[in-house]
């Protein structure tokens, strides 16, 4: 076993044990040795992240509206114990985005050969930006949404040529970017329509949907389906929670 299959072994038994930060440590060895990701190495980074920052995601979303909560009531003092934990959060959640996007910057979009990975690599540099842009403040906030804006528009162009409408990468790339727009832009307008053009092209194309990728691609349109149902609904309601490919298993 070489090094590098033994990091990514290493990986997989990580995830098995939801071990998700030695995960991610075994998983950076393999990309720094600067060599092009396989797409089972590639999507392990990207399982890995993705769970070390989803945790502290949802503990930040909480202590925020505990916050929030009890600085309505009055409460100062639990106020106060609960900013103390969101901030914590914060700093986790900026070293933990800082450091893929430094991934990403460093190694992964220079290695990358096919059309595939670029976007997937632009995407996920989307994504990390927007949720930095979730907790920051501004000029930090407006920067963070201008750098993510960038990247998947950047993943959009080479996308909109190079893969399928009926990719799951592509499609992925379509909801995120879409909630985007409606969570971080505040534009529900252009959140539905990036959302209503990559549903409708997909339908439109479902002949060319593999068998190998039939499972992502119409779970990931489904997941574009709720978005636009929920966002044209009632876009007053305060229980309108954006799904992205987070939501997927």
């Given amino acids: 076993m070489t090094e590098r299959e033994a990091l990514v072994y290493r990986a997989k038994l990580a995830e098995q044990l939801e071990r998700y930060d030695e995960m991610v440590d075994a998983m950076k060895e393999v990309v720094e040795m600067a060599e092009e990701l396989t797409v089972e190495e590639r999507n392990l980074l990207s399982v890995a992240y993705k769970n070390v920052i989803g945790s502290r995601r949802s503990s930040w979303r909480v202590f925020s509206a505990v ?14 114990c609960a900013k103390k934990f969101r901030e914590v959060l914060e700093s986790e959640l900026d ?8 991934l990403i910057d460093k190694y992964l979009i220079k290695s990358a050969t096919k059309s595939d990975s670029k976007v997937f690599y ?3 540099k989307g994504d990390y930006f927007r949720y930095m842009a979730e907790f920051s403040v501004d000029p930090q906030r407006k920067k963070a949404a201008e750098e993510s804006n960038k990247a998947y528009q950047e993943a959009s162009e080479i996308a909109a040529t190079q893969l399928f409408p009926t990719h799951p990468i592509r499609l992925g790339l ?20 990036l959302a209503q053009a990559a549903f409708d092209d997909a339908i439109a194309k479902l002949d060319q949907l593999s068998e190998e990728s039939y ?35």
């Fill in 67 to 80: 916050e929030q909560t009890e600085g309505n009531r009055g409460n100062a003092e639990k106020q106060a």
């Fill in 95 to 102: 070293r933990v985005s800082k450091d893929i996007l430094e």
């Fill in 122 to 124: 632009l995407k996920m």
């Fill in 174 to 193: 379509a909801l995120n970017y879409s909630v985007y727009f409606y969570e971080i832009m505040n534009d529900p307008d252009e959140a539905c329509r």
């Fill in 215 to 249: 499972k992502d691609s119409t779970l990931i349109m489904q997941l574009l389906r709720d978005n636009l149902t929920l966002w044209t609904s009632d876009p007053e309601r305060d229980d309108n929670v954006k799904k992205d490919t987070d939501e997927k298993a």
